[in-house]
């Protein structure tokens, strides 16, 4: 049988089939993380790290970014000051830490598993929903990835070349780490037992050593940065996510749902029907049951060394583990490791099925994972995201051009941070919203101090019907909504009082465009109160 031409070519050029397979995938995942890197809005969370990366001095941007680890906040905010604050610099590091994961994993996969289960691994690296995205927001999740990658990258070096130059690569990255990442607190201990489990005792000082470091490093971070971080709201936010231990039963039951959430998490992008993200339980319990018997078991410390000292981090309420609400972004430094061990499992499935007298098993269940697959939503789901999507600055730059005198705009609680960066009008009159679930707004429809226009400006809010209830519940009777502007998860609503009649008609914005700024609120009308960020 003669060789496919592709193939054929590709000899004739120099270059392996596997070569060519290795290189097209990283050339996808640069496109993936390049659609939408600028042109997609800053959502809430995103906005107050822009601002603290806006900001003046260092210092200054450490206050603001609040709960961002400290050496991502001054990253981001060297980049300002170098480059400007366009949305593609800022998250430029962000980028550059998803594209580093990709490129680095291979390195690392190839060594724990067969070529045909790192190239699959590094396939769902690659195109994963989840990693894209966070290789393209403006927050530190797309670093835990990849300091989580890097130093077990190193520590693989140094088991296989002990040397002086790999111990302190190794722990200044570890150092370097613990500024850029949360969770390398949970990775770096792993790395330890692994070290200490491979390399030959004579290698143990050094070890203890590294450990001495990377535990003052820890100290130092904490008594700096972190303790100051601690936010109650944060805690609260998360209650709900730490275990249950008011009995066995109970406890189980929290654990299988949140284990259920972190798999759909991260596999159910990949699939057209709702329960395809359980192809990744059975993957991934595959791929530990063939790590199981004789090969690479590391690979089973790298992955649930960090899982099991999280979840001990949540039993103290100190870390939320597997979380609702998307929560499972902060367990992305163990995503590489789900899908190495995923690709592992089905690669061993698959060798083993067609290693049996009858060979229509295997092929047909390719065909059936094809089937579940969701190719063409996923590559539009990486290019164009639509998790967080939250398009303010149309809004802010409308509402900046038909403000009128005597106009007054109120900013819903998860609008303000993405508005601050967006609006380039006068916030001196701006009233912030105190929560989004504030009612009563002291101003009055009528009299001298009334207003003669509302801006409502809303991010972040679901439903639209739930947005109107606040307004209602927060204006009260004397004010009625004339018109709406709408853009995806974002509103500009404009109220007058009831006894205004106005002659725009009911379904466009009224005023011609005109560059005026706010007329400020008073103090009592609205009091400033320092903002909480958002969890």
């Not at 101090?449 to 991010?459: D, E, G, K, N």
């Amino acid at each position: 049988m003669s060789k496919p031409a592709g193939n054929n070519q590709a000899a004739a050029a120099g270059i392996p089939p596997f070569a060519l397979s290795l290189v097209g995938i990283w050339g996808a995942a640069i496109i993936l993380r390049l659609g939408d890197l600028s042109a997609r809005n800053l959502w809430t969370d995103e906005a107050w790290v822009a601002l603290a990366a806006l900001a003046a001095t260092p210092g200054e941007a450490l206050t603001l970014g609040r709960s961002t680890p400290p050496f991502y906040t001054l990253a981001v905010w060297g980049l300002v000051q170098v480059f400007g604050g366009s949305e593609a610099i800022l998250r430029s590091l962000s980028f550059a830490f998803g594209l580093g994961t990709v490129f680095l994993f291979w390195f690392i996969a190839r060594r724990l598993a067969s070529p045909a289960a790192a190239l699959l691994g590094l396939t769902l690296v690659a195109v994963s929903p989840v990693l894209v995205y966070f290789s393209k927001e403006l927050k530190q999740y797309s670093g835990d990835a990849f300091f989580a990658v890097l130093v077990v990258w190193l520590a693989e070096n140094l088991q296989e070349h002990p040397g002086k130059g790999g111990w302190l690569v190794l722990a200044l990255s570890g150092v370097g780490a613990l500024g850029f990442s949360h969770g390398a607190v949970f990775v770096l201990p792993v790395i330890l037992a692994v070290l200490w489990l491979n390399l030959p005792r004579s290698q143990r000082p050094w070890l203890a050593g590294l450990g001495a470091l990377w535990g003052l490093a820890v100290a130092a971070f904490y008594v700096i940065f972190y303790r100051h971080q601690v936010d109650p709201q944060l805690v609260d936010y998360w209650a709900g996510e730490f275990p249950d231990f008011s009995g066995l039963v109970a406890f189980l039951a929290w654990l299988g749902g949140a284990l259920g959430r972190y798999f759909h998490y991260f596999f159910s992008y990949f699939f057209s029907v709702s329960c395809g993200w359980l192809w990744g339980v059975v993957f991934t319990a595959l791929g530990l049951g063939a790590l199981a018997r004789p090969g690479p078991r590391r690979l089973l410390l790298y992955w649930g060394g960090p899982l099991l000292l999280t979840l001990a981090a949540a039993a103290l309420h100190r870390y939320p583990f597997m979380a609702r609400y998307n929560g499972s972004r902060l367990l992305l430094f163990s995503a590489p490791w789900l899908y190495l061990l995923a690709a592992i499992g089905l690669t061993a499935i698959l060798s083993r099925l067609r290693r049996r007298p009858q060979r229509w098993p295997a092929p047909a269940l390719a065909i059936l994972i094809l089937i579940t697959l969701q190719p063409l939503a996923l590559v539009q789901e990486d290019l164009h995201p639509q998790a967080n999507r939250q398009e303010l600055k149309p809004l802010a730059a409308y509402l900046q051009s038909h403000l009128l005198p005597g106009d007054r705009i109120y900013v819903y609680y998860h609008a303000i941070y993405p508005f601050k960066y967006y609006f380039r009008g006068d916030l001196e009159g701006v009233c912030w919203g105190k929560s989004c679930v504030e009612t009563n707004l002291d101003l009055p429809a009528s009299g001298p101090a009334s207003p003669r226009r509302l801006w409502l400006v809303a991010a972040h809010f679901g439903e639209l019907a739930s947005l109107r209830q606040f307004a209602t519940r927060l204006l009260g009777p004397n004010w009625r909504e004339e018109t709406i502007k709408r853009q995806q998860n974002a509103a500009l609503l404009l109220f007058v009082p009831q006894d205004c009649i106005m002659a725009a008609p009911q379904n466009a914005l009224p005023g011609a465009p005109r560059s005026v700024t706010s007329v400020p609120l008073t103090e009592k009308a609205c009091p400033k109160t320092p903002l909480p960020p958002r969890p």
